[in-house]
């Protein structure tokens, strides 16, 4: 490992290894406020700070979650009665239900290369690395126990 690798996951250790504040003692999140539309149309919208946020945010993803559990199983119903029918398309109402057949994704093995005699330093050069994402993670610190 490199100098900079070393030191740059010393960092990411020593900034794992920090408490985690609450969001009530970090500056600038309690002026976050979203709001939401009151179930009394004749009243104001309700005005939510940013861990009413986070528990919004975790209800609303848990019955996504749950409605997309439901799609699954009404997607195996579908799929399975119209294979048996022996149909590839059949319409539903305003809907149309197509069976698609779609080819799996290749993908190019560096150590299956490496064994036929191919240079790491071949491979390193001709690999294409993607843009990295940043993207934020909300979980229950149960979630963290379960893993």
Do not use: F
């Amino acid at each position: 490992m490199t100098q900079a690798e070393t030191a740059k996951l010393a960092a990411e250790l020593e900034q794992s290894a920090k408490p985690i504040p609450d969001w009530t003692l970090v500056e600038g999140l309690d002026t976050v406020h979203y709001e939401i539309p009151n179930p009394k149309p004749e009243s104001a919208p309700i005005k939510l700070n940013y861990g009413q946020c986070v528990d919004l945010y975790k209800q609303l993803d848990k019955e996504c979650k749950e409605r997309q559990k439901t799609m699954e199983d009404l997607r195996e119903v579908l799929q399975a009665a119209l294979m048996v029918s022996g149909e590839k398309k059949v319409r539903a109402g305003d809907n149309v239900c197509q069976m698609i057949e779609k080819s799996g994704s290749r993908k190019i093995s560096a150590e299956k290369l490496m064994a036929r005699g191919v240079s790491a330093q071949v491979i390193a050069e001709s690999t294409e690395v993607s843009k990295g994402s940043t993207y934020l993670q909300i979980r229950s610190n149960s979630d963290k126990a379960e893993r």
